[in-house]
T-cell receptor, first 112, second 115 residues
Framework: EAQVTQNPRYLITVTGKKLTVTCSQN?????MSWYRQDPGLGLRQIYY???????DKGDVPEGYKVSRKEKRNFPLILESPSPNQTSLYFC???????????FGEGSRLTVL | KNQVEQSPQSLIILEGKNCTLQ??????????LRWYKQDTGRGPVSLTI?????NTKSNGRYTATLDADTKQSSLHITASQLSDSASYIC??????????????FGTGTRLKVLA
């Protein structure tokens, strides 16, 4: 079954404590992306990756890092989380034309 | 500026009734437009995709239309069911200045179907 798997699904942490949200896809997609979803703002792109070792900033990259060492994995790293990073995060992988987005189930992060 | 606007923001209807959700976009150049359904606390799931040359496409009780001239799309839900209660997100794929494609998301319409 085609899947995008995120972990953890829920996390409560404190300001400054580094955390990583993992994302893995089993569809051999080259393109992967991270989004955050906040009430009234819709989904906003944080970072994306066109292929292994190729990453680029999206619209709201501040405070986040990513890496793409393998095609299937695209972890999101918060080096020093702050309360304004409290949000619902989605990882997505994108198939070939016409480029359907496949989303993970989401990771709800709360930073105290 | 590339934007996708959806209306209404929220909608409440009775089970069995029809409804129509609207999406206006200013994305240029345009590649395609998708409607996604997002259940509470879950990831969005694709319902339909519309390319430039398509006017209407159906997926069961969901029918999407696209008017590329006026840059408007609609999603019509027929004979609504309780399971249709969700947020519906319009997503337009365009092209970024870097030459890669870019997805622009609407803020969604939250639909509530009552028994």
């Amino acid at each position: 079954e085609a899947q995008v798997t995120q972990n953890p699904r829920y996390l409560i942490t404190v300001t400054g404590k580094k955390l990583t949200v993992t994302c893995s896809q089993n569809m051999n997609h080259e393109y992967m992306s991270w989004y955050r979803q906040d009430p009234g703002l819709g989904l906003r792109q944080i970072y994306y990756s066109m292929n292994v070792e190729v990453t680029d900033k999206g619209d709201v990259p501040e405070g986040y890092k990513v890496s793409r060492k393998e095609k299937r994995n695209f972890p999101l790293i918060l080096e020093s989380p702050s309360p304004n990073q409290t949000s619902l995060y989605f990882c997505a992988s994108i198939g070939t034309s016409p480029g359907e987005l496949f989303f993970g189930e989401g990771s709800r992060l709360t930073v105290l | 500026k590339n934007q996708v606007e959806q209306s209404p923001q929220s909608l409440i209807i009775l089970e069995g009734k029809n409804c129509t959700l609207q999406c206006n976009y200013t994305v240029s150049p345009f590649s395609n437009l998708r409607w996604y359904k997002q259940d509470t606390g879950r990831g969005p799931v694709s319902l339909t995709i519309m390319t430039f040359s398509e006017n209407t496409k159906s997926n069961g009780r969901y029918t999407a239309t696209l008017d590329a001239d006026t840059k408007q799309s609609s999603l019509h839900i027929t004979a609504s069911q309780l399971s249709d209660s969700a947020s519906y997100i319009c997503v337009v794929r365009g092209w970024a200045t870097s030459g890669t494609y870019k997805y622009i998301f609407g803020t969604g319409t939250r639909l509530k179907v009552l028994a």
